[in-house]
Each structure stands twice: as structure tokens, then as C-alpha cells.
């Protein structure tokens, strides 16, 4: 079922889903000829000017050029394909696409081209469902034609209005408005034939069978016109859900593609804009699609009137508008209610934005949060803003049983004050007119059932609408101008000014803040930060090699920012002369093979390739690595050390080929000697050639550059040849006197080499090249099997299993609360039974007429599963009311009409507080399930091992935390509570009336068996189909969240049009699920509703030709039961399917609390209460390994560390020096061996504890979105004056003082809004306050520079003197003062001893790795 498509193709699970054209080489991005596109380069994405230029337009006068949004062009050629689709019939489509554009007119209208899909899953229900089971996205429904139109309407609509004033809810109405009004006259075809066949042709049939004409043929006449409005009406009413679903895909690809685009155009995208960029691409893409196909109902309301009214006029003259008016009362109180349901649903969006972020932050902060055993804070966090969002929720539920309370009791209202009025003012009514005006109110019953449904879809979609607005006018990316006015230049900057202005905007930091500090958060505004560069000024020539540094926070990364146009330009000029390619100091990489990292679209060149891996330093890498370079990296590189992804960056670069190369200070994160091979063979060498603008903190290497610029404060204070510069006796040259200080301390250590490489070095290169495998060819380890680190999500397969229901019960209370809540549907049901029960016991009191005809006349509320949609039951109800009154069970001569009034108000009165009371009940309840999930699931992700994240994108997971908890929140009480009102009524009704008319039993027990066979049948392809959409939001949502993450790195390597084919793959694939399986709701709804009318033309045949044998009045009772019990058994059968498909995000959300795996949490002793008291440190014989299917990582090491011992461990790249912290922290769990610290096995202690008592700063700063004492202390356990202590050790008080907000100054996620260097000082500060007997500082100061790394290890050195310090470094000038050294490499431990024992042996791995950092530089 996985190697094949439906149309017997094979096509593999990564190819592209485009849309390809054959034939003519102009394909219409509409689908009509008015507008074409030349395919000449078919993998082009073309920007808007492009379009103006490639896009040929016919009939480009007329003010608009799309099928939905207007008039363009004679009706033949704009919809002569559309137009294809009345062709009875037409060959099937073999390419593979989904056929409904390509079906023919029969096969359209029944929906038969879906059947091959249903029968195939049904076939295969027990295989997994893949998106190769189900067809590609036709042209028509993909992200790529769609966007074009979207930003076509788009532009339009920013031309017309500008874009402080510009609506995206005027660019849906033209996008859909068309096809609309096609909808909308299928509509009223759909309401003619109801009222004709559920009223007129049924009272023609009954009137007929009580007369005493014996005319056959005009029985069987009347009985085949039932049988045709039925079938007329099944066909209208699915291909009005299914068109307009059509419709709603559409919108929903360009939605997203026209989303990505301007993702793709963004000048920044971080915090915020990134979660809520996410939501909209998991949440309201399909609010959206869900509101353009019940639009339906919001322009239905004056067909249905207008057939009410006119009929109510026939009846009772201008009276009939009194009911209209209750109506409308409804109507308009329903609308206020929608208005503030409306209201609700934005706050609670913004409480889910927020919660998606954090839970996205989170997400890719996780191995910190373990370090420091905060997962129990950071998931009270997120329960915390999850309560706030549940808040609305509930407020939201809440209005919704207020609308609920008013949809059943509004017919019945306005049909009582109607008939009041009528006699009040002397008017003679019988019970003839008195029912027909019942059956008139409950077919208008629709206007106030499916209104809400209707407008609150739309209130959402604004609210999403409003969000699109603000993400499509945010600032674009403009790449800086190419005109050099010195064409030797590559780059020119001249008194320029440039500001980033980043805005903080978390509505849950101010509430922290305020609740912190009322006072002075009271005044406070939103915090804007401001980083500016002034007074620029530089002139970089083609091939120069350009060095820049300064201390932390100068603003070196941003004046690479700058170059690459990401900051804004206030004043002056800037040019850049070539393409570039860029390497980021947080290394980027993607979730692929290292070789697809590296090639990053290129196309593969043997020699060039092998040639970057070797001067990238890659090779011996590639030779640990089981796969080589096929190895699958992990999303952000989660399974490489932090040298070997910029290595792989670096690698990028130089591979691309490109003529300007800025590298932001790649050289800090590789040991020594790769650092000096990389600087010589890679910078020096292989781009020679090329222009070169490099920051670094290494300043050995400043020497060979053509010039350096040096930075202070955001400008150039300095600028010139290094020997200028030390000659100038300025900033430059104290940098170099603070280097040489510290190289001069080492070289008191050992005098014996020169900055010549030693023999051990040597040595060792040859051992390298000596072991690389024989298969190994050109440099590149060809791997023996590639293995596959992020596995395809898995999906359920068979029904949703009894687990998952039986877990949402006992989150939502037990099984006492929930059947509670279903005891109060009961009720309702009860008290809607006597309700319409006793009006039609009052209305039997009035004077007669014919009761034979009577019987019927409330058939007029339709058989419509429009109506159905919230209760079809009044007429059954209605009918066997009578059938009581008929049989005497209510004894007129002892009821008064005042008695029959008050009790009838009363039961009303009933009904509403009964409504009111279950809908609390049901929502507090649901929510309350929901509530349990999300927390369940929460806290099994939080224990879940690291291995857990670093094989599964986020993506994957923050699908489950959106769009399947939307569906826990929305979607799921909303199909429950339709399922359980509907079934509950429908038994009260079918046993009363059964208990009544055991006729009934004739028409239920068929239909039930019937119906049953076909519910098996088609509950495979919808619950599969749902699956199927789970899981394929996650790949679109992952590959927003890499694009977002990268988004500077894909721009300068020119790789949008690359990516934005993904987003259409994933787009199409997802959006094709969606439409497919409100497809299948329809495909069976339709065969029901066709069998429904096929069994009451059977009863109706029945009826005629048996004339006389069966009394009239009995024949009408079951005519009308049978048919309106088909239709709520139906119905029932598909709110049962669309339960158990929306179940299947409840069955997502259980997976993850019954099968993730969890760390193990249990000790088997307790440490002593004051443990750690040394902090000595012993690992035995360790072995570990990230998985059991490869190679351990650390190979029988063994060493000690004493209480209070400064210990250095160093290695070359990948050593595995991250990996001794990884066991030290119990991240994975050892494969053998032991380590212990102060004698206790760290293995038979609590995580938490072991955790809590170490302290790290990692490879890489974590910060999250808030504010610096948040960042510093998120659980308030300090003062403000400890937090300041801490501050000012590390540097950073002053910093933070130019903020004017103290420690509430606000930092964006992941620190955006601070240098590298900057954020690694505040994870420093946040390890001062912390003040553990243990740290670990893992390449803690490789982004700092020279000087303020001195005063750094001058801090540790004076604040954890009592404390045991291990660091991992790759500046050896910062552990040439430890107490021990310990050498690392491929897992083993070469040497360890004191550095003067080691650098006196001119042997030793450390004394080559010293020689190899060393510099001869002029003294000043």
C-alpha cells in the first residue's frame, strides 16, 4: 500500500508534489486562458515584478483577473475549462492527481471518482495510510497557482487601499466570491426541491390515499417525484459541501504559500513573528478553510426566508411576518452573541500564540533546561498560560450553550407567538393552519442553527485575517544595491548609519513584571531596544582579506548583518558587488545529510566537493561517522559537536562557489590545530582569490589579513595592516598586549618548540590518513548501509481504540461526571419531547379539520440535513404528539387554554435553563479532558531522554501542541455534543414513539441494519484520512520553523525558490488531506441520504398500491417517521465517523502520555542532604553510545578528578569532550562503567538532584524570550542586589544599566537582541548566582574576545575557587592555569596530568596543540 499511487505509478516518498504541465508550454494559473504563464523555466518562483513582466494578460482593462474575483473576459474563455466538467462523462485521469477537475458530470455529482479511494483503504484497513495511498494535488487545488492569484489580489488590494488600510477579508471575498455564488444557486435549487419533496409532494401523496379517486398512475407519478426531489436534493446538498470545500482548499494553498513567501522576504523573523507565523500555518490555515465553506450558510439565510415567508403568507396573510420578526430577534441576539464569541476567540488566540512559543522555545532549549533540571518551572509555565487560554475557552463554550439555548426554542416561539397574535386579534384558526405554521418555523429553523456555525467560523477567520495583515506588512528584505561607485570594490560602506530596532511585545513578561513591581511597571511602555551602527565607513576590494574584531558587544556580527542588508540603513550607502555566501556564528543546519548541508542545492562536482572537504578540515570526520557523509543530521545539528557544524557551514560556503565570502567568527568553535588548518588551507588558500570578511576572537590570525578593522561601541575605531596598527599604540594594540600577556604566561611553562609543528602532530596526521578506510575515494567515506536518525512519523492504523476513549473519559472526570453530563442531555431531550408534545396537545384543543391531512402538514420541516445539522427530530416529535392527543392521552375537557399556555411557557423555561446548565456542564467537562491531555502529554515530553528530541523534529511535536490540542479544544466538545444531543433525542423520541406507534420498528430496524454495513465501510477511509492530515501538518510545520531559523542563511545563498518548492510539496500534501477527508464525510453522507430517499419511496410505493388496506392517518404517521428517522440515523452515522476521525488527534495526544519513553526518575538511594560537599570526580571504565545501533562515542575512560581541582579537557573537534558532560548530567544513560562524585554512583541517585547540583554553562547560549532577571532567575529565588552581584563579575552591569530598565530590560527568544558573546556572559552570570559545588563550562568563553575572556577566567577563578571547575576549551590559553589537563581523542583519553607535565614532554598531544595555538606577533 506504501509503493504505489491510485493510479498504479510508484512514485518515492520525497518527490516533489509540483504541478507539471504537458502540452502547451502556457499553462493558466487559474485555470482559464485570461491569464497565462510562460513555463519556459518551469522551477522558477517569480517575484511580483517579475510576474508584471512574464504574466500576459487578456482583457488587463477590466478591473479584475481571477475566476472568483470578478468579470474578466467572454464567458467561454474564462470558464471553458471549468465548463469541461458537464461532459457526462470523460476519460479518467492516469497522471496520478486527484480527478475531480477531471471528472465527468456524473461521476462528479455522485462523487463515484472518490469510490476507488474508499474501497481501497477499506481493502487495506489494517496497512497504515501514506500520502502515496491518496492522489497528488491537482493544479488547480495547489499552493503554487493559488499563491500566484493570492498575491496578485494581494498587490490589488495594497494599490487600492495602502497597507495601513488594506484587508485580507476583502482579498477572500474576491478570491471566493464566484464560486459563491455558484454555491448559492446550487443552494437554491437544494431548498426548492426539500420543501417540495418533505411538504408539498408528501401532503399530495396522503391526500390521494384519503380520497376516494383509484388513480394508480398518479400515485406512482406523485411517489417517483418524492423520489426524484430526494435524489435531487442528496446530489445539491453534498456537491454544496464539496464545492465549496474545493473553494476553501484553494484559499487555504494560497493562504499558506503567499504566508511563506513573505516568511522567505522577511527582513527579521524571531520571537513573536516565528510562533505566530507557526500557529498560522498549523491553526489558521484551517480556521480559514473551515470559514470559506460554511460561508454557505451565513448567504443561505434569505433563500430559506424567502421560501418561509411566501409559504407562511399563503397561510396566514401579513400575520405571517410577526413570526419573521421573532425571527429576526433571534437572529440578531445570536449575531451578538457571535460578535462576542468573536472577541473571546482573538484573546484566547493570543494566550495560544504565546503558549506555542514558549512551547517552541522550549522545544529547542531542552538539553539546557535538563542541564539545569528546570523542567518541573518551565512546565508550570506552560500549564500557567495554558489556564489563561482555557479561561476563554470556557467563556467561549459558555456563549456557545447561550446560542445552543436559543436554536431549539426559537421555531416553538415564534410559532406560539404567531398563533397568539393571529386569534388575539380575531382571526379563526384550525389545526390544519396551526401545524402548517409549526412545519413553516421549524424549516426556518436553520437560520438560527446554522447562522452560529456560520459566523463563528467567519469571526475566527477575521481574527486570522488580522494576523495575515500584520505578518504581510511587516518590513522585506531588500538586497543592498550592487552599484559600487569603485567597480575594484566587493563592498562599500559609507557614512552610514544602520539600526536594528527589535520590539518586545509578551503580554505574559508585563504581567510578570507588573506583578513584580506594580509601581514602576505601571508607567512602563513596551520595551524597544535600540542597536545602532553610526558613522560606517568601508571600502573592501575584490580578493582582500579583511579582518574585524572587537570585544563583545561592538557590534561586529551586526555590521555583518548590515552587509547582508538585514539591518536597516537610516543614512548613507551601501553597495555590495557580488554574491555572497555567508556563515552565521550560530552554525545553521537542517535536518538532512551532512553532503545535502554541504552541496545546499548545488549541484555535485567530485573534485570540488572533495577538494572543500579536505580544506574544511571534514575528512577525518567523515571517517568516524558509520555513514560519512551520508550520515542524516538532526534538526540544528543536534547529533554534531559544535565544530563540526561549523565546519559544515564553512563548508557550505566555500562549496557555493561564491564571489564574497563573510564569515562571522567560525573559528572559535574548532580546537587549535583544525582552527590553524582551516584558517591556512581553507581562508587563506582555497579562497585566495576571493574577497573575505572575517570576525574572529582568535587574534593570532589578524596578522595575515590585508586589514583589520577594529570596533567599539557600534563603529570602526580602528582601521589598517596589523603592523600599522600595533604600531599606532591604540585599541588594536592593547588587545594584542592582553594576547601576548597570556601567551607569555604559557610560554614561561615551555620553551622548547617555536610555533613549529612537533613530531606528535605529525604523527598523528599520518595515523589519520593511514586508517581512512580503503573504500574511501576522493576524500569521501562511502558509507557501507545509511542509516536514518529522524524516523517517518508513525501513524495508527484500525479503529481508534477503546484506550483512547477510556483516557478521555477519566481526563475529563471519570466516568461519574461524564455520565452526568449525559443524564442532563437526556433531560433536555426529555423536556423538548413534552415541550412539542404538549403545543401539539394545545394545538389539537382548536377546532379540526381533517386529522388524516392534519397528520402532515408539520412535514414541511424539510428532510434536510442542512437542518440536520442540529436536530431533525420536532416532526417525529410533532407526529407522535398527535398520535398521543389522537389517542386520547390527553384529556381535553379537564384542561383550560391558560393551563395549556403556563404549562407550555413553563417547559420552555425549562428547556432554556436545562440548555444552559448542560452546555456549562458539557464545556467544563470537555475542557477539563482537554485540559488533563495537554498536561499529561506535557509532562511525558519534559521526561522524555534527550535521544527523544534529537531524532524527532519540533516540528512533529509542536504539531500535537497546536493543531491536535485546537482539535481537543474546539472541534471535538463541538462534534461530542452534537452526537450526544442527537443520539440522546433520538432515543427518547424513537422509544416514546415506538411506545406510541409500534409502526416505527418497520422503518428503524431496516435502516439500522443498513446503515451499519455502510458506517464499516466508510469509517475506514475517514478516520484514515484524518490520520493522514495529522501527520502530514508536521513536515509543513518543520519546515517553517527551519526556514525561520535560517532565514538569513537561505537568502544569501539564494535558496528561497528551492524552499519554497518545499512549502508547496508539504503545502499541497496537506492541504490535499484536508480537502480528502471532508470528501469522504460527503462520499457516504450522500449514499445515505440517497438510501434514505430510496426507502421512502419504498413506503410511499407501498402505501399506494396497498390504497385502502392501511388507514390514511397510520400511513401519513409512518411516511413521515420513516423518512425523518433515516435521516437522523444518518446523520447519527456520520457525526459517529467524524467523531472517531477527530479521536484520532485524542488518540495522537495519548500516544505520546502512554508510549514516550522517560528518563529514569527513580533513585535507588537518597544522596545526603549536604551532597556534593567536595565535588570529586571519578569516571571508571565509561563507555556510552547515543544509540544502541552505533559506535560508542567514549571508549573505557577513566580518570579523577580531586574536591576543589581546576581541570582543562581538550581535543580536537568531536572527541568527545561534550559527551563526557552529556554522562556527567545523565543525559544518556552509560553503556558500562561507573562515575561517581564525593563516592556516590551517580547512576542510583534522582536525576534532579544530580542536576540541581551541577552547574554548566553549554556550547551554545540559551536565553529565553522575557526579561534579564528572568533569564537569570525565572523562579524569583534571589534578591536584585545578588542578581547585580552577579552582573557586574561577569561585565555585563554597565550593559544592561544603558537600557533604563534595570534587570526588567526585555530579551527577545534566543537572545536576539544581544551579541553571542553577550548572551554566553549572561548564562556566566547565571551559574555566579547559581554558585554550585560542581561547574562545567563546555567551550563557555570561545565567543568572547581576548581581553574579556581574561577577565572572565579571572572571575571564575575568584567566585568558584571552593568549587570544582572542569572546562572545555578550545583556547588553551584558558586552562594553561589549571590544576589538571585531560586529553581526548575519538573517545579515549590520550594524557592527562598537570600542564607543566605535559608541556615538558615534547611528545604530548597537548604540547602539539599549545604549539600549534602559539603566534609570534611584534611587540609594541
Known amino acids: 500500500m506504501k509503493e504505489t499511487n491510485l493510479s498504479g505509478g510508484k512514485r518515492s516518498s520525497n518527490e516533489s508534489v509540483l504541478p507539471e504541465t504537458n502540452g502547451n508550454p502556457r499553462v493558466s494559473l487559474t485555470g482559464f486562458t485570461n491569464i497565462l504563464l510562460d513555463k519556459s523555466n518551469p522551477d522558477k518562483i517569480l517575484t511580483i515584478e517579475e510576474e508584471r513582466e512574464r504574466l500576459r494578460v487578456r482583457f488587463a482593462e477590466l478591473p479584475s483577473m481571477s475566476f472568483d474575483g470578478g468579470n474578466v473576459g467572454p464567458f467561454k474563455r474564462k470558464y471553458s475549462e471549468a465548463l469541461q466538467i458537464l461532459k457526462p462523462f470523460r476519460p479518467a485521469s492516469k497522471d496520478g492527481k486527484i480527478p475531480i477537475s477531471k471528472a465527468g458530470f456524473f461521476s462528479y455529482i455522485f462523487l463515484t471518482w472518490f469510490s476507488p479511494l474508499v474501497w481501497r483503504m477499506y481493502k487495506h484497513r489494517d496497512v497504515p495510510v501514506s500520502e502515496s495511498d491518496v492522489w497528488e494535488c491537482s493544479d488547480m487545488e495547489g499552493v503554487l497557482v493559488n499563491t500566484e ?97 474545493q473553494t476553501g482548499t484553494r484559499f487555504r494553498s494560497g493562504f ?123 512546565n508550570e509555565a506552560i500549564k500557567n498560560v495554558r489556564k489563561s487560554e482555557q479561561k ?46 409549526i412545519g413553516t418555523m421549524n424549516f426556518l429553523r436553520i437560520i438560527v442553527a446554522l447562522i452560529p456555525i456560520g459566523f463563528r467560523a467567519y469571526g475566527e477567520a477575521k481574527v486570522s485575517f488580522r494576523r495575515i495583515e500584520k505578518l504581510l506588512t511587516l518590513d522585506e528584505f531588500s538586497s543592498p544595491s550592487p552599484d559600487v561607485f569603485n567597480k575594484e570594490n566587493a563592498v562599500e560602506i559609507k557614512a552610514a548609519n544602520f539600526i536594528c530596532e527589535t520590539v518586545a511585545d509578551d503580554e505574559e513578561t508585563k504581567t510578570r513584571i507588573r506583578g513584580r513591581k506594580s509601581s514602576v511597571a505601571s508607567s512602563r511602555r513596551e520595551s524597544v531596544n535600540l542597536f545602532q551602527l553610526s558613522d560606517i565607513e568601508l571600502e573592501v576590494r575584490k580578493g582582500q ?56 542545492g548545488q549541484e555535485y562536482k567530485t573534485e570540488r566537493y572533495s577538494r572543500v572537504i579536505a580544506c574544511c578540515g571534514l575528512e577525518t570526520d567523515f571517517d568516524l561517522l558509520k555513514d560519512g557523509d551520508e550520515t542524516e543530521i538532526g534538526e540544528r545539528g543536534v547529533n554534531l559537536s559544535g565544530g563540526q557544524k561549523q565546519r559544515v557551514n564553512l563548508a557550505r560556503a566555500v562549496y557555493s562557489k561564491s564571489d564574497i565570502y563573510i564569515l562571522d567568527d567560525p573559528l572559535s568553535a574548532l580546537d587549535t590545530r583544525v582552527g590553524k588548518q582551516i584558517f591556512n588551507e581553507c581562508i587563506k588558500q582555497e579562497l585566495h582569490k576571493k574577497t573575505v570578511i572575517l570576525v574572529t576572537h582568535q587574534l593570532q590570525y589578524l596578522k595575515d589579513c590585508d586589514e583589520v578593522l577594529v570596533m567599539e561601541n557600534g563603529t570602526v ?206 464545556a467544563k467537562v470537555s475542557l477539563t479532558a482537554s485540559k488533563e491531555m495537554h498536561d499529561k502529554c506535557l509532562d511525558r515530553v519534559m521526561k522524555a531522554p534527550m535521544s527523544f528530541f534529537d531524532t524527532t523534529p519540533t516540528g512533529r511535536i509542536l504539531n500535537r501542541f497546536s493543531k491536535d490540542l485546537d482539535e481537543g479544544d474546539v472541534f471535538i466538545p463541538q462534534v461530542t455534543n452534537q452526537l450526544v444531543r442527537i443520539l440522546s433525542l433520538t432515543i427518547v423520541s424513537i422509544g416514546t414513539a415506538t411506545y406510541v406507534t409500534p409502526w416505527l420498528l418497520i422503518a428503524v430496524v431496516p435502516v439500522v441494519a443498513v446503515f451499519y454495513v455502510m458506517k464499516q465501510v466508510s469509517t475506514v477511509s475517514v478516520r484514515q484520512l484524518k490520520r493522514l492530515e495529522n501527520i502530514t501538518r508536521s513536515p ?269 530590560t526585555m530579551v527577545e527568544e534566543n537572545g536576539e537582541n544581544f551579541s553571542v558573546g553577550e548572551r554566553q556572559l549572561l548564562c556566566l552570570a547565571r551559574a555566579v548566582v547559581r554558585s554550585s559545588k560542581i561547574l562545567l563550562l563546555d567551550e563557555a568563553t570561545a565567543n568572547i574576545d581576548t581581553s574579556t575572556d581574561a577577565m572572565i577566567q579571572q572571575t571564575i577563578r575568584e567566585c568558584f575557587a571552593d568549587c570544582t571547575v572542569i572546562t572545555i576549551a578550545h583556547r588553551l590559553n584558558t586552562v594553561l592555569h589549571s590544576d589538571k589537563i585531560l586529553v581526548l581523542d575519538s573517545g579515549k583519553v590520550m594524557e592527562c596530568g598537570s600542564p607543566q607535565e605535559l608541556l615538558s614532554n615534547p611528545y604530548s598531544f597537548f604540547n602539539a596543540m599549545v604549539t600549534a595555538q602559539s603566534v609570534k606577533t611584534p611587540s609594541p
Open 149 to 245: 492569484r493570492m498575491k496578485l489580489l494581494w498587490s490589488k488590494e495594497l494599490h487600492d487601499h495602502g497597507p495601513e488600510k488594506a484587508s485580507f477579508l476583502r482579498v477572500w471575498v474576491r478570491f471566493i466570491f464566484t464560486r459563491s455564488v455558484a454555491s448559492l444557486m446550487i443552494l437554491v435549487v437544494n431548498a426548492l426541491v426539500t420543501f417540495l419533496s418533505s411538504a408539498l409532494l408528501v401532503n399530495k401523496v396522503l391526500q390521494y390515499l384519503e380520497s376516494a379517486e383509484d388513480n394508480l398512475l398518479y400515485g406512482l407519478g406523485l411517489t417517483a417525484a418524492i423520489m426524484a426531489c430526494e435524489v435531487v436534493r442528496a446530489i445539491t446538498f453534498a456537491n454544496i459541501i464539496v464545492f465549496s470545500a
Open 256 to 378: 499558506i504559500g503567499i504566508l511563506y513567501d513573505k516568511l522567505l522576504k522577511l527582513r527579521v523573523s524571531k520571537g513573536k513573528t516565528n510562533s505566530e507565523i507557526i500557529n498560522a500555518f498549523s491553526v489558521d490555515s484551517y480556521r480559514v478553510y473551515i470559514a470559506t465553506w460554511t460561508t454557505i450558510f451565513i448567504i443561505s439565510v434569505p433563500v430559506y426566508l424567502i421560501i418561509g415567508t411566501v409559504y407562511a403568507y399563503t397561510l396566514i396573510g401579513y400575520w405571517c411576518f410577526v413570526s419573521v420578526g421573532t425571527f429576526i430577534v433571534c437572529y440578531m441576539t445570536q449575531v451578538q452573541m457571535t460578535g462576542l464569541l468573536k472577541k473571546m476567540r482573538k484573546k484566547c488566540s493570543q494566550h495560544t500564540d504565546m503558549r506555542v512559543r514558549r512551547m517552541g522555545e522550549i522545544l529547542n532549549s531542552m538539553k539546557f533546561i535538563k542541564l539545569y533540571a528546570w523542567e518541573k518551572p518551565f
Open 392 to 437: 476563554y475557552l470556557l467563556y467561549s463554550a459558555l456563549l456557545d450553550a447561550v446560542v445552543g439555548a436559543i436554536i431549539p426554542v426559537t421555531p416553538t416561539i415564534a410559532s406560539v407567538v404567531t398563533i397568539t397574535v393571529y386569534t388575539a386579534a380575531g382571526n379563526d384558526l384550525n389545526a390544519s393552519t396551526a401545524f402548517a405554521i
Open 545 to 600: 582579506l579583511i579582518g574585524i574584531c572587537g570585544s563583545v558587544g561592538s557590534g561586529k556580527s551586526s555590521l555583518m548583518s548590515a552587509i547582508l542588508g538585514r539591518m536597516m540603513l537610516a543614512k548613507g550607502h551601501l553597495a555590495v558587488s557580488g554574491t555572497v555566501a555567508y556563515v552565521a556564528q550560530q552554525a545553521w543546519i537542517f535536518n538532512a545529510s551532512i553532503k545535502e548541508n554541504i552541496l545546499f
Open 717 to 922: 575605531v580602528e582601521k589598517g595592516h596589523h603592523l600599522e596598527l600595533m604600531a599606532s599604540d591604540g585599541k588594536y594594540s592593547e588587545m594584542f598586549r592582553i594576547f601576548n600577556l597570556t601567551e607569555m604566561k604559557s610560554r614561561k611553562i615551555y620553551s622548547n618548540n617555536d610555533g613549529a609543528p612537533v613530531e606528535s602532530e605529525v604523527t598523528e596526521m599520518k595515523k589519520d590518513k593511514k586508517e581512512k578506510p580503503a573504500e574511501e575515494t576522493n576524500g569521501i567515506h562511502k558509507p557501507k548501509a545509511k542509516g536514518k536518525l529522524v524516523q517517518a512519523e508513525e501513524t495508527a492504523i484500525g479503529d481508534v481504540g477503546v484506550s483512547t476513549y477510556t483516557a478521555y473519559i477519566r481526563a475529563a472526570g471519570g466516568w461519574f461526571a461524564v455520565l452526568g453530563v449525559i443524564l442532563f442531555y437526556f433531560l433536555c431531550s426529555g423536556s423538548l419531547v413534552f415541550s412539542d408534545y404538549w403545543l401539539s396537545a394545545w394545538l389539537g384543543s382548536l377546532p379540526k379539520g381533517s386529522y388524516t391531512t392534519n397528520t402532515t402538514m408539520e412535514n414541511i420541516y424539510m428532510n434536510t440535513t442542512l437542518s440536520s445539522l442540529n436536530t431533525t427530530m420536532s416532526v417525529i416529535i410533532t407526529n407522535n404528539s398527535t398520535a398521543m392527543y389522537a389517542n386520547g392521552m390527553v384529556n381535553e375537557s379537564f384542561i383550560g387554554s391558560d393551563t395549556y399556555f403556563v404549562v407550555y411557557i413553563s417547559s420552555l423555561a425549562g428547556i432554556i435553563v436545562l440548555i444552559l446548565v448542560n452546555g456549562f456542564c458539557h
Open 1036 to 1304: 509543513l510545520i518543520s519546515n517553517v520553523n527551519v526556514t525561520s531559523q535560517g532565514l538569513s542563511t537561505i537568502v544569501a545563498y539564494r535558496q528561497q525558490d528551492r524552499f519554497f518548492k518545499r512549502c508547496v510539496s508539504y503545502g499541497d500534501v496537506a492541504s490535499m488531506s484536508v480537502f480528502l477527508f471532508d470528501v469522504s464525510m460527503r462520499w457516504i453522507g450522500l449514499r445515505l441520504d440517497l438510501i434514505a430517499g430510496l426507502m421512502t419511496m419504498s413506503s410511499s410505493l407501498i402505501f399506494v398500491v396497498t390504497k385502502g388496506l392501511i388507514p390514511p392517518a397510520s400511513a401519513g404517521l409512518v411516511l413521515g417517521l420513516c423518512g425523518k428517522t433515516i435521516s437522523i440515523v444518518q446523520f447519527l452515522i456520520r457525526l459517529m465517523n467524524e467523531t472517531e476521525a477527530r479521536f484520532t488527534s485524542v488518540e495522537r495526544l495519548h500516544e505520546y502520555t502512554v508510549k514516550l519513553g522517560s528518563e529514569n526518575q527513580d533513585a535507588k538511594k537518597k544522596a545526603p542532604s549536604k551532597w556534593p560537599e567536595k565535588g570529586a570526580i571519578t569516571f571508571r571504565n565509561v563507555v556510552m553510545r547515543y544509540r544502541p545501533d552505533i559506535d560508542p562515542v567514549l571508549k573505557d575512560v577513566s580518570f579523577e578528578i580531586k574536591p576543589r581541582e581546576k581541570v582543562g579537557i581538550v581535543g580536537r573537534t568531536g572527541a568527545g569532550k561534550s559527551s563526557l558532560a552529556t554522562v556527567l548530567f545523565r543525559l544518556v544513560e552509560l553503556t558500562d562503567g561507573v562515575i561517581t562524585i564525593d563516592g556516590e554512583d551517580i547512576s542510583e541517585l534522582n536525576l534532579n538532584i544530580i542536576r540541581s547540583k551541577i552547574s554548566t554553562i553549554t556550547q551554545e547560549p540559551v536565553l529565553f524570550s522575557g526579561t534579564i532577571r528572568y533569564n537569570i532567575d525565572p523562579f524569583s529565588l534571589f534578591t536584585d542586589e545578588t542578581i547585580w552581584e552577579a552582573l557586574g563579575k561577569v561585565h555585563m552591569k554597565e550593559k544592561i544599566k544603558q537600557f533604563n530598565q534595570d534587570l526588567d
